[in-house]
């Protein structure tokens, strides 16, 4: 995952910078679900937009990441179970 966001999202997150249980490729796809999930008008307010150095605004950019991700991860989940069905029918 973090390999995807690197080369593809050009995203490079060292998830050690903070020691925080929180990174920005799982919260850019939690705010797909609601920008409130991950309290994001409490760190705007707090100055504390941002995980590992890396910006949650613009939020509409944020978002786009997390989309491309969930498609990601759904896209390597379909090929593992479609993988399993094949080898189960040899």
Known sequence: MLEYQKDVLGIDEDPRLEGLHDDYYITSII??????????????AADKASINSINLLP???????????IEFRTDVTVAAILAAIAASDR
């Open 31 to 44: 705010m797909n679900d609601n920008p409130q999930h991950v309290r994001l008008q409490q760190r705007i």
């Open 59 to 69: 939020v509409d950019k944020t978002l786009e990441h997390g989309r491309r991700l």
